[in-house]
């Protein structure tokens, strides 16, 4: 009978060897290669981006990523994953902190930037380009709405809590009026660089500053 040929390992099978065989490591190299890829992708741009200029941001010779990411467009879609996931977990801890409306609407301003200085350029993405980004894929693209409408969500519930308790005065229903948080939030795709002059928490604390003295309810004097 003849012996059956042995199968030379894949690279998607070295890929799985390597993280099953020290887990802690794997992740570790493989976030220094998802946080390199973003200075890289805000110098070259989609299409000028390439394997070997992340290999080189991240310290790594090319043939290492592989072992981690089959393509660039993987890492780009990784990168917008894990962020969008830690953006909606942040905020979902917010809402169920138990503080008050104006502190749970300021906490979730700031959640928000976190994540995208964390995750700059690649959050920005899809504000920027939208679903005819190249690294936007169908999955990802609904993935992205998803996590969109959950977001604009727990806004508005901080929003409406704050109406309801009459902490909060605003014409606009809660609903529209998360609405333009989260537009104003989304609209520093356009702006925002990190390692400015002001980071994450600064503009988030100025915007949560701006939004709360002009909904807060003024006390009424005592005559």
Known sequence: MA???????TLAMKRTAAQDKDRAQYGAKREAI???????????????????AI???????RATIYYYFEDKQEIFRTAIHD???????????????GHSAQIRLRDSIRAVMRAY?????QLYIFFQDGATSSIIDNHLNAEILASGARYEALVEAAVRDGVESGVFVT????KMFAKVVVGM???????FVPGGAMGADDIADGMAETVLRG??????RKR
């Open 3 to 9: 012996r059956a040929q042995k199968r030379s390992p």
């Open 34 to 52: 998802l946080r390199a890829a973003g200075p890289v992708l805000q110098r070259e741009g989609i299409n000028g981006a390439t394997m070997g």
């Open 55 to 61: 290999a080189k941001e991240a310290g790594v010779d």
């Open 83 to 97: 962020g969008l996931i830690e953006m909606v977990a942040a905020l979902e801890d917010v809402a169920a902190s």
């Open 117 to 121: 200085e964390r995750h700059y350029p």
């Open 171 to 174: 014409p606009l229903p809660p």
């Open 185 to 191: 939030l989304n609209w520093t795709s356009r702006w």
């Open 215 to 220: 909904i807060m309810a003024r006390p009424t």
